[in-house]
């Protein structure tokens, strides 16, 4: 299983990045998906998720900001960033994990810097 994000980029505080994630298989065969992102001299934090029948979470910092979404027809999933700090500079991953088997699965990661 493969996981290719991409759409990451330089952008000034206040804009917006839409970052995506291509599965070489059915988006819908995973039981979660997200996004992860590491900053530099930072552990790398869930940003969000999306569960098959259950909720979307979001952490705290970006809540009302990014937006998570899958699409089943493209195989994808998008992490719309909008109003773009500093602080969310950082590396960000394409997550998935099947729950049945534990298995997990990261993709590259894409660089998003945010300055002016």
């Known amino acids: 299983v493969q996981l290719q994000a991409s759409g990451g980029g330089l952008v000034q505080p206040g804009g917006s990045l839409r970052l995506s994630c291509a599965g070489s298989r059915s988006i819908g065969s995973f039981n979660a998906m997200g996004w992860y992102r590491q900053a530099p001299g930072k552990q790398r934090e869930l940003v969000a998720i999306i569960t098959s029948g259950g909720p979307t979470n979001y952490v705290d910092s970006v809540k009302g900001r990014f937006t998570i979404s899958g699409d089943n027809a493209k195989n994808t999933l998008a992490l719309q960033m909008n109003s773009l700090k500093p602080e969310d500079t950082a590396v960000y991953y394409c997550?998935?994990?099947?729950?049945?088997?534990?298995?997990?699965?990261w993709g590259q990661g894409t660089q998003v810097t945010v300055s002016s």
């Open positions: 997550y998935a994990r099947v729950f049945r088997t534990g298995a997990e699965f």
